[in-house]
T-cell receptor, first 111, second 115 residues
Framework: RKEVEQDPGPFNVPEGATVAFNCTYS??????FFWYRQDCRKEPKLLMSVYSSGNEDGRFTAQLNRASQYISLLIRDSKLSDSATYLCVVKPSGGSYIPTFGRGTSLIVHP | EAGVAQSPRYKIIEKRQSVAFWCNPI?????LYWYQQILGQGPKLLIQFQNNGVVDDSQLPKDRFSAERLKGVDSTLKIQPAKLEDSAVYLCASSRRTSGGGELFFGEGSRLTVL
């Protein structure tokens, strides 16, 4: 089983739609969780951290489920500019704190 | 604040040739990472430095890849000899700290094509 798994998609949604992505992780010692956004042929950039109680940033909501070992990202009222690849990142609590990336989920928002 | 600088942006070489990539992290960032991103995949960690010491290089193909971070600032990643499967974007990232939720800041990447 891969350390961090994501459905590669693509998720093809109309503007204004709500879309959700999940990401599962295998290391139960994982401590820190993030969503990064990567535009085509660009570098990844931090979208948001994921906190245990869940957190929201505008149209974006991130949730963590430690019991089932997954995190989720919900995007409400999708915009054309949300089209990108969303990368899930997991860091363990000890050792070398290596950030491990999922393969990413591709989102295409169409008019 | 200047971001992570990488060069060259693009490199085309033939298999069995060598190539080197350079990275200058954000000033004050102790941790530096080299990731390999193959088309359609997520970034895969090659090596992680804390200052000028190696924290993890378990996924670095040491028979052909090498990396160093002299003086704990700039870093170079070298591939010798290159193989076709090394075609990828090599991303350098830095963070202020290693533990906890330190954000990774990425450079624009160096795109390598091996013919």
């Amino acid at each position: 089983r891969k350390e961090v798994e994501q459905d590669p998609g693509p998720f093809n949604v109309p503007e204004g739609a709500t879309v959700a992505f999940n990401c599962t992780y295998s290391n139960s010692a994982s401590q820190s969780f993030f969503w990064y956004r990567q535009d085509c042929r660009k570098e990844p950039k931090l979208l948001m951290s994921v906190y245990s109680s869940g957190n929201e940033d505008g149209r974006f909501t991130a949730q963590l489920n430690r019991a089932s070992q997954y995190i989720s990202l919900l995007i409400r009222d999708s915009k054309l500019s949300d089209s990108a690849t969303y990368l899930c990142v997991v860091k363990p609590s000890g050792g070398s704190y290596i950030p491990t990336f999922g393969r990413g989920t591709s989102l295409i928002v169409h008019p | 604040e200047a971001g992570v600088a990488q060069s060259p942006r693009y490199k085309i070489i033939e298999k069995r040739q060598s190539v080197a990539f350079w990275c200058n992290p954000i000033s004050g960032h102790a941790t530096l990472y080299w990731y390999q991103q193959i088309l359609g995949q997520g970034p895969k960690l090659l090596i992680q430095f804390q200052n000028n010491g190696v924290v993890d290089d378990s996924q670095l193909p040491k028979d052909r890849f090498s990396a160093e971070r002299l003086k704990g600032v700039d870093s170079t990643l070298k591939i010798q000899p290159a193989k076709l499967e090394d075609s990828a974007v090599y991303l350098c990232a830095s963070s202020r700290r290693t533990s906890g939720g330190g954000e990774l800041f990425f450079g624009e990447g160096s795109r390598l094509t091996v013919l």
